[in-house]
């Protein structure tokens, strides 16, 4: 128990200084990708909801602590190692997985398209003209309206 305080302590310090990280980079998984860019009207925006994993994670924590517990003190704090088991497995999914909402795009392209987008970021507003570059992975950016004019 003396060492599992200080390795999440330090866990919990690395995930938190890990959202500082830019998300402006480029990640190397996008390397040899073909990119494209193209500018959109924003016509609409839903807050839509993602998976989460926290309750399989509980599951996996309580088995873990039961089992766990009950092997080290010969069965008398199964329901003990159960619960904090599984309280840390859905504490730290929680923290790892991060807000579980994201957001629904509908753009307007500016060649007559309708494009939608999911992402994880609300840094767009109804009406903005955008950039959409399209990667591995999807990004959005405001941009000044005159962008989108043809």
Not at 66 to 73: P, V
Request: net charge negative.
């Amino acid at each position: 128990m003396k060492t599992t305080i200080p390795l999440l302590l330090t866990a919990s310090i690395v995930l938190m200084l890990s959202g500082c990280v830019s998300n402006d980079r480029y990640g190397r998984h996008d390397a040899d990708s073909f990119v494209t860019e193209f500018y959109a009207w924003v016509d609409n925006i839903e807050e839509v909801p993602f998976d989460s994993n926290v309750g399989e994670n509980v599951l996996i924590g309580v088995t873990h602590g039961a089992i766990s517990d009950s092997h080290y003190y010969r069965g008398n704090h199964a329901f003990r190692g159960a619960l904090i088991g599984g309280f840390l497995a859905g504490l730290i999914t929680a923290i790892v997985e991060g807000k579980n909402t994201g957001y629904e795009y509908q753009l307007s392209a500016i060649d007559g398209d309708s494009v939608n987008v999911l992402s994880n970021r609300d840094n767009a507003q109804l009406g903005d003209c955008v950039v959409v570059r399209v990667a591995n992975s999807v990004r959005i950016k405001p941009v000044q309206a005159e962008r989108c004019v043809e």
